[in-house]
């Protein structure tokens, strides 16, 4: 069902954008995915997402409990539409809902800080499953996300400074990590079913009334399924 799903918006999409979408889902990955907590700026926040889409990370959570997120469409630069965004803004404690949700399955908990004396983004273990998460702007990381964490990880510094802008941080981190992955044996890759679903998303969210057509065509599909079994 799920190719047969794909293989009809293909036939409704451009052969270009086709093509696109099986050249970046190949390079995509949930392997890192990062957290962001209640960033005060919006065009930070932003310019996260958008990096996320440039390195391939097909997952950002944002926690909201006390910032809400909006994105900045001239930083996120159509970013929003390719990226799976998970809100985290209901119920007593959204961090921590975002926090154990990621660890449940299966992901390690690396907290972005410059005081980390264990680890660098050059040093940190990539070979089961990291959620990089990054603190405000002004404060870094909460004393609840470093109590959750299994690493805190910095990226080297060489200056007065000390620390960078989130922003800049999140990118010098995934740029760090993918390319560590890219030169590993590990898995690190979407596995099939869900490469299939990504590509299916992303057909919908370009098409005008997509959600209508997805709609459209899963009942085609469930119709002749059903007609072909009598």
């Known amino acids: 069902m799920n190719e047969q799903l794909l293989a009809a918006f293909y036939e409704l999409i451009p052969e270009s954008k086709r093509e696109m979408f ?6 995509r990955t949930r392997h890192l995915t990062v957290v962001l907590e209640n960033i005060y700026q ?3 926040a932003s310019a996260v997402l958008r ?17 809400q997120y909006k994105v900045q469409r001239d930083i996120a630069r159509g970013a929003g539409k390719w990226v799976d965004m998970y809100n985290y803004n209901e119920g007593p404690t959204p ?20 005081d980390a004396d264990a680890h ?8 089961q499953p990291l959620a990089l998460a990054f603190g405000t702007e002004w ?30 941080s999140a990118a010098l981190t995934l740029q760090a990590l993918r390319q560590r992955l890219e030169e590993s044996d590990l898995k690190w890759k979407l596995e099939k079913e869900d490469l299939i679903e990504t590509k299916t998303k992303w057909a919908q969210k370009y098409m005008r009334n997509g959600d209508i057509v997805r709609r459209d065509l899963e009942r085609r599909l469930l119709e002749s399924a059903s007609n072909s079994t009598k």
């Open 22 to 27: 099986d050249r970046i889902g190949a390079d």
């Open 42 to 44: 919006e065009h930070n």
């Open 51 to 67: 990096s996320c889409d440039c390195f391939g990370i097909q997952e950002l959570h944002v926690v909201e409990s006390e910032n």
């Open 95 to 114: 961090l921590v809902d975002c926090i154990k949700g990621l660890q449940q399955r299966g992901y390690k908990i690396a907290a972005l800080t410059p």
């Open 120 to 127: 660098t983004v050059f040093s940190l273990p990539i070979d």
């Open 139 to 168: 404060h870094g990381i909460s004393d609840e996300v470093r109590a959750l964490a299994d690493y805190t990880v910095k990226i080297p510094m060489y200056g007065f400074t000390e620390s960078f802008n989130v922003s800049v």
